[in-house]
């Protein structure tokens, strides 16, 4: 399949360059060529260069000039992140960028209207979508195997924040320059994920976040309900507080819940119970999932002068369903008498 061979990589700081999802090697494994990547960091920049065989750049700006890459990898500070887009937008690069492409959901809008007047090849890596029990839920529920659904859980909780101090990226801690904590890291997924087997648009109807735990500006914990206009309640857990670390272990849950069908993950794939059913399916030989397949798939796709599977419409829709909760979760400050 034809896929762009030279790409960039901004930011490369940011935790997912090296660590979790780890572009860097998912670019290598694709047999890449890695031509550029930048950090404000020197070292940082200089160190991911000589390990991935590329060339080191402090401004990003200047990368894109010298190298003209086919295609972009943009990560980045959250608050930074309209900044570049903007940029790469203007210099006409094709790219994936990193959720959440900003910390306030108007933002986000505006830079997804600017994609859409300049006619920009925009992609986000929700790599959730490419998941075996996504995808059969999917599927099921199309086929009509569900029946009316009555609820969906996605949790996701992962080791400590002090992973991002240790992965480079200690400006996750920071609520002005993150946007907030495990909501927008790992809560996004779950709004992503929710919308993608359903194909409806949900409201907020509550949210709770805590700090308990680390004791930080952002949150370390979040819940957060939405409700569907077919009926169905989608539960969102996420956090920072599986108390395994350095072991990079997560403590997870996705159930989808019907009338006739509840189907959930097993270490072997998918357990699906009804009245005359229980066995476990497990995910056909080949099958592939991940950061990997969501970041093969974008490169593939633009190599067709096809949409990215995730366009810009997609994390939009699922920033504002974190600010909803936000302004549902957050205090107000008291009115100054």
């Known amino acids: ?25 998912i670019l290598q494994s694709l047999e890449r060529d890695i031509v550029g990547v930048s950090d404000r960091d020197a070292a940082i920049a200089a160190d991911r260069a000589a390990r991935f065989n590329s060339v080191p750049f402090t401004d990003y700006r200047e990368m894109i000039e010298r190298t003209k890459p086919e295609f972009v990898i ?15 937008v203007g210099a006409g690069v094709p790219f994936i960028m990193e959720k959440p492409w900003g910390v306030d959901a108007e933002t986000v809008a505006g830079l997804v209207r600017l994609a859409e007047e300049k006619g920009a090849w925009v ?32 949790r996701m909780i992962r080791p400590t924040m002090q992973r991002y101090v240790e992965w480079d990226s200690p400006w996750m801690n920071s609520l ?42 952002v949150e370390d914990y979040a ?38 069908l509840l189907l959930r993950t097993v270490p072997q794939g998918v357990h699906l119970l009804a009245p005359n059913r229980d066995e476990v399916v497990a ?32 994390l939009l829709q699922a920033v504002r369903l974190i600010h909803q909760a936000y302004a549902i979760a957050r205090p107000r400050q008291p009115q100054q008498v």
């Open 123 to 154: 992609g986000a890596p929700f790599f959730t979508r490419t998941m075996f029990w996504a995808q059969e839920a999917k599927r099921r529920l199309e086929a009509g195997e569900f029946g009316r659904l009555s609820h969906m859980v996605f």
């Open 1 to 25: 399949m034809t896929m762009p061979k030279r790409i960039a990589v901004i930011d490369v700081s940011h935790w997912h360059s090296t660590y979790d999802a780890s572009y860097l090697r």
């Open 283 to 314: 995910p056909p030989e080949g099958f592939q999932s991940g950061f990997g397949t969501i970041v093969r798939e974008t490169l593939e796709a633009y190599g067709r002068g096809e949409p990215p599977p995730v366009g810009p419409r997609e």
């Open 223 to 260: 819940h957060v309900t939405l409700r569907f206009p077919s009926g169905l309640i989608f539960h969102n857990e996420v956090g920072y507080t599986m108390p395994t670390w350095p072991k990079n272990s997560t403590d997870g849950e996705q159930k989808v819940a019907g009338e006739r």
């Open 74 to 88: 943009a990560l980045g500070r959250h608050s930074e992140m309209p900044e570049t887009f903007r940029y790469l």
């Open 176 to 217: 002005a320059v993150a946007g907030g904590g495990s909501l927008v890291n790992l809560g996004s997924h779950g709004f992503d994920i929710a919308r993608f087997i359903t194909g409806e648009e949900p409201e907020v109807v509550s949210a709770v976040i805590s700090n308990a735990v680390h004791q930080e500006e």
